[in-house]
T-cell receptor
């Protein structure tokens, strides 16, 4: 079992729709969770982080965390073509406290 | 510096040669990571530094790979006797130490082994 798992996609949504990206993790003691966005040919950039159960909203982005289910998600409301990118879920676990990334989900927002 | 700086941006080498990749983190960032990303794949963890020490080297693929960090700043990733499967983008990231580590990435080094 991979430490951080994501559906590789691609996920395709129409402009203006809600995009829902999901991630599961195996280390039950993990404390902090991140979503990074990576445009093609570019480096990842942090867009959201969360460490408490529940929802955290920032503009059009909402991160959701359920530690009991070892599940974290990212919702993008009013999706725009500029949101088309790969979204990487990252988890900082208890094994050496290093940050581990999932394989990423490719998102396409159709105009 | 203003951001994480990596050099070279591109490196083409012949199979069997050694290469050195350099990372200059953001000033004041005590933690530094090296990741590897193959085409269309996610980020593969290689090694993590806290200051000059590496508490976790578990991701290094083989003993051909080594890394060091001096003065709590610049880090060098060395790959000896390169193989074609080493071809990838090598990304460096730095962060302040704390309960929530927000990683700032460099632009990466594209390594091509012919």
């Amino acid at each position: 079992q991979k430490e951080v798992e994501q559906n590789s996609g691609p996920l395709s949504v129409p402009e203006g729709a809600i995009a829902s990206l999901n991630c599961t993790y195996s280390d039950r003691g993990s404390q902090s969770f991140f979503w990074y966005r990576q445009y093609s040919g570019k480096s990842p950039e942090l867009i959201m982080f969360i460490y408490s159960n529940g929802d955290k909203e920032d503009g059009r982005f909402t991160a959701q965390l359920n530690k009991a289910s070892q599940y974290v998600s990212l919702l993008i409301r009013d999706s725009q073509p500029s949101d088309s990118a790969t979204y990487l879920c990252a988890v900082r676990g208890t094994g050496g406290f290093k940050t581990i990334f999932g394989a990423g989900t490719r998102l396409f927002v159709k105009a | 510096g203003a951001g994480v700086s990596q050099s070279p941006s591109n490196k083409v080498t012949e199979k069997g040669k050694d290469v050195e990749l350099r990372c200059d983190p953001i000033s004041g960032h005590t933690a530094l990571y090296w990741y590897r990303q193959s085409l269309g794949q996610g980020l593969e963890f290689l090694i993590y530094f806290q200051g000059n020490s590496a508490p976790d080297k578990s991701g290094l693929p083989s003993d051909r790979f080594s890394a060091e960090r001096t003065g709590g700043s610049v880090s060098t990733l060395t790959i000896q006797r390169t193989q074609q499967e080493d071809s990838a983008v090598y990304l460096c990231a730095s962060t302040r130490t704390g309960p929530v580590e927000k990683l700032f990435f460099g632009s990466g080094t594209q390594l091509s082994v012919l």
